[in-house]
């Protein structure tokens, strides 16, 4: 079998054999051969996780054929979808039927399935997760019994958002929203100034978020706006989205970095520069095309969510951290929020949420860097992103998540021989 590897190239898995799932039925015999031999699966999405939450050590399993829209309630706006279905193509298959997903993360290359059970998020202090947006979820158990929840049932909080612990996921059922326009205006600032009207700004905008380059105080600001309006678009034109989008966020940036991984010693000062080039902009255009950001620069991440009120603060430590170490970082530190939900595993879950991700180029080594902040996040009730590298185990975690342990006994009924486990998902739920 070849060796497979994540988007990021930190996790590699050489498993026994890979299958394409055909249909429900296929996926039902899998995991019933499977379970009975002793075996163990592992569904495996577009790899976009940096963590190894999908290493696959004896079945790989790939959804891709079970993608698409399944059905559409026009009355209520829910959709059935594959689970296999990137966001990508989710998005302009939703926008035919006049829907849209309420909230999206910055990056669409994921699965949809892969993107809920990991707990991806966006931005919007009104808005949860992807997870938060579903209404049903159909999933094949080890016993290779099908079973479809709904957002009543009491097992909802744990299946909604699975790690991929407890079987196959084979469709989700969204509730959606009409589709929507963003008008989406960016512009660089002071980091401070952000951070001292930040819960202001967070209240009373759609969705906020921001970049802070780390080796100066300064920061680029996010602002997208809904807008019902169809006739309003205004995207940017043709010249301005590649020079912006493919040139120098992704092409240059990428030249920069493979500079500075030679020369550390001219971060702070490249930081400067590329904080000081940006310049404002605003446009309007689809939802999803808003949401999303393409991005070709390999990198190492870590994100954390702690108690909005703590953002300024652990921001603050970062800054003055970077001021102190010899440390060189080129990439931005980005921050995000959420509103609090009631799914078991989320981060999000029980609190207005706020979101701290670093990043590190692949050719450098990330690891003092994620060190520090992992020690910083002591202090602040933090849970880390399934999908993003961390250093905590179940111990550490059954007391950041209240209903951890309920998870944990939903887990041993429905997958009571670990079919669907992994060293990763060992660590993280015991």
Same mark, same amino acid.
């Given at each position: 079998?070849?060796?497979?590897?994540?988007?990021?190239?930190?996790?590699?898995?050489?498993?026994?054999?890979?299958?394409?799932?055909?249909?429900?039925?296929?996926?039902?015999?899998?995991?019933?051969?499977?379970?009975?031999?002793?075996?163990?699966?592992?569904?495996?999405?577009?790899?976009?996780?940096?963590?190894?939450?999908?290493?696959?050590?004896?079945?790989?399993?790939?959804?891709?054929?079970?993608?698409?829209?399944?059905?559409?309630?026009?009355?209520?706006?829910?959709?059935?979808?594959?689970?296999?279905?990137?966001?990508?193509?989710?998005?302009?298959?939703?926008?035919?039927?006049?829907?849209?997903?309420?909230?999206?993360?910055?990056?669409?290359?994921?699965?949809?399935?892969?993107?809920?059970?990991?707990?991806?998020?966006?931005?919007?202090?009104?808005?949860?997760?992807?997870?938060?947006?579903?209404?049903?979820?159909?999933?094949?158990?080890?016993?290779?019994?099908?079973?479809?929840?709904?957002?009543?049932?009491?097992?909802?909080?744990?299946?909604?958002?699975?790690?991929?612990?407890?079987?196959?996921?084979?469709?989700?059922?969204?509730?959606?929203?009409?589709?929507?326009?963003?008008?989406?205006?960016?512009?660089?600032?002071?980091?401070?100034?952000?951070?001292?009207?930040?819960?202001?700004?967070?209240?009373?905008?759609?969705?906020?978020?921001?970049?802070?380059?780390?080796?100066?105080?300064?920061?680029?600001?996010?602002?997208?706006?809904?807008?019902? @309006? $169809?006739?309003?678009?205004? =995207?940017?034109?043709?010249?301005? !989205?590649?020079? &912006? #989008?493919?040139? %120098? *966020?992704?092409?240059?940036?990428?030249?920069?970095?493979?500079?500075?991984?030679?020369?550390?010693?001219?971060?702070?000062?490249?930081?400067?520069?590329?904080?000081?080039?940006?310049?404002?902009?605003?446009?309007?255009?689809?939802?999803?095309?808003?949401?999303?950001?393409?991005?070709?620069?390999?990198?190492?991440?870590?994100?954390?969510?702690?108690?909005?009120?703590?953002?300024?603060?652990?921001?603050?430590?970062?800054?003055?951290?970077?001021?102190?170490? @010899? $440390?060189?970082?080129?990439? =931005?530190?980005?921050?995000?929020? !959420?509103?609090? &939900? #009631?799914?078991? %595993? *989320?981060?999000?879950?029980?609190?207005?949420?706020?979101?701290?991700?670093?990043?590190?180029?692949?050719?450098?080594?990330?690891?003092?860097?994620?060190?520090?902040?992992?020690?910083?996040?002591?202090?602040?009730?933090?849970?880390?992103?399934?999908?993003?590298?961390?250093?905590?185990?179940?111990?550490?975690?059954?007391?950041?998540?209240?209903?951890?342990?309920?998870?944990?006994?939903?887990?041993?009924?429905?997958?009571?021989?670990?079919?669907?486990?992994?060293?990763?998902?060992?660590?993280?739920?015991?």
């Amino acid at each position: 079998m070849r060796v497979w590897t994540n988007w990021a190239g930190t996790v590699r898995a050489r498993p026994r054999t890979e299958v394409m799932v055909r249909d429900v039925r296929h996926a039902q015999d899998l995991c019933r051969t499977t379970g009975a031999a002793g075996g163990a699966l592992k569904v495996v999405g577009s790899g976009h996780s940096f963590t190894a939450i999908a290493e696959a050590t004896d079945v790989l399993v790939r959804v891709d054929r079970l993608s698409g829209l399944l059905s559409v309630e026009r009355g209520s706006g829910r959709v059935w979808v594959g689970a296999g279905t990137p966001l990508h193509v989710l998005g302009p298959l939703l926008a035919g039927e006049g829907l849209a997903l309420t909230n999206m993360g910055d990056i669409d290359r994921q699965t949809v399935a892969g993107a809920v059970s990991t707990g991806t998020h966006g931005t919007g202090a009104a808005y949860t997760g992807l997870a938060g947006q579903l209404t049903g979820v159909e999933l094949v158990t080890a016993d290779g019994e099908v079973r479809r929840y709904d957002r009543g049932d009491p097992e909802w909080g744990g299946v909604a958002l699975s790690l991929g612990a407890l079987g196959i996921v084979t469709a989700l059922q969204i509730q959606c929203v009409p589709s929507f326009l963003l008008r989406a205006h960016e512009q660089p600032d002071a980091l401070d100034s952000v951070l001292e009207s930040l819960d202001e700004t967070v209240d009373t905008t759609d969705h906020f978020e921001f970049y802070w380059f780390p080796h100066t105080d300064r920061v680029q600001t996010k602002t997208n706006t809904r807008v019902l @309006d $169809a006739g309003a678009r205004d =995207p940017l034109p043709t010249w301005r !989205a590649r020079l &912006d #989008d493919d040139l %120098l *966020s992704n092409t240059l940036f990428e030249g920069v970095n493979r500079l500075l991984t030679r020369a550390p010693r001219l971060t702070p000062a490249a930081n400067q520069v590329a904080a000081r080039a940006l310049s404002a902009r605003t446009y309007t255009d689809t939802s999803y095309d808003v949401f999303a950001t393409r991005r070709t620069v390999r990198f190492r991440e870590s994100e954390y969510s702690v108690p909005r009120a703590s953002v300024p603060e652990l921001l603050r430590q970062l800054h003055t951290w970077c001021d102190r170490h @010899d $440390a060189r970082i080129p990439f =931005p530190v980005e921050v995000r929020f !959420a509103a609090a &939900d #009631d799914l078991w %595993l *989320s981060t999000a879950y029980g609190r207005e949420t706020g979101y701290v991700a670093v990043h590190q180029y692949h050719r450098r080594d990330h690891r003092a860097y994620f060190e520090a902040f992992w020690a910083m996040l002591r202090d602040h009730d933090a849970r880390p992103h399934w999908g993003k590298m961390h250093d905590l185990d179940a111990d550490e975690l059954r007391s950041r998540y209240p209903r951890f342990d309920d998870f944990v006994q939903l887990r041993d009924t429905l997958d009571p021989r670990r079919v669907f486990s992994n060293p990763y998902l060992e660590r993280v739920l015991g």
